[in-house]
């Protein structure tokens, strides 16, 4: 097993555009989260999966961002007509099923550098 | 949500121990405490957890107080490869977690 993949690892995007990103969780992991982290914060809570089901979005989250995991395997994040403070790390992790029990597995991340 | 207190920075000469000390007060019966690393511009990595009892494994020790208001990450000899920024986190059924901005660790040689 290789890990939680993400793709791409970095991203330079102009204002206003829209951007999407990717996550491969490990395979057997039935949650999946996404975390976004701005230069010397923790990772801050955007949203969450249990297979292909969205349970919870962040209310910092708002309605340009939006998320997908069909068929419970990878998923994708979409921002879009982007804006200079979504620049941010990009965290996606993955964990089994009693949760609390289990630890994350993040990815690498991607870097998104709005200009 | 559940909330972690951890101080900002610590210093550790190298080949020491290191105990990063970190409070939960208001942790509930099936909350487990996990502890995370990150490196820069990598992702957290995940080095221990616990519920009740303290927990060793190869990277580092967990110590939970008996009213498991407050923990401890143990680091018992530090090296250069230990700096990084810690995290203590409270993983609970409510599926997500909320992190904080973690404890800063520098490595002296």
């Known amino acids: 097993d290789t890990g939680v993949s993400q793709d791409p690892r970095h991203k330079i995007t102009k204002r206003g555009q829209n951007v999407t990103f990717r996550c491969d969780p490990i395979?057997?992991?039935?949650?999946l989260y996404w975390y976004r982290q701005t230069l010397g914060q923790g990772p801050e809570f955007l949203t969450y999966?249990?297979?292909?089901?969205?349970?919870?979005k962040s209310r910092l989250l708002s309605d340009r961002f939006s998320a997908e995991r069909p068929k419970g395997s990878f998923s994708t994040l979409e921002i879009q007509r982007t804006e200079q403070g979504d620049s941010a790390m990009y965290l996606c992790?993955?964990?089994?099923?009693?949760?609390?029990?289990?630890?994350?597995?993040f990815g690498s991340g991607t870097r998104l550098t709005v200009v | 949500d559940a909330k972690t207190t951890q101080p900002n920075s610590m210093e550790s000469n190298e080949e020491e121990p290191v105990h990063l000390p970190c409070n939960h007060s208001?942790?509930?019966?099936?909350?487990?405490i996990h502890w995370y690393r990150q490196l820069p511009s990598q992702g957290p990595e995940y080095v221990i957890h616990?519920?009740?009892s303290n927990v060793n494994n190869r990277m580092a020790s967990l110590a939970i107080a008996e009213d498991r208001k407050s923990s401890t990450l143990i680091l018992h000899r530090a090296t250069l490869r230990d700096a990084a920024v810690y995290y203590c986190?409270?993983?609970?059924?409510?599926?997500?977690?909320?992190f904080g901005d973690g404890t800063t660790l520098t490595v002296k040689p």
């Open positions: 999966f249990q297979n292909e089901a969205q349970l919870e």
């Open positions: 992790a993955s964990s089994l099923n009693p949760h609390n029990n289990y630890g994350y597995t």
């Open positions: 208001t942790i509930s019966g099936t909350d487990y």
């Open positions: 986190i409270l993983r609970t059924n409510a599926g997500k977690s909320t």
């Open positions: 395979s057997e992991h039935n949650r």
């Open positions: 616990g519920l009740t």
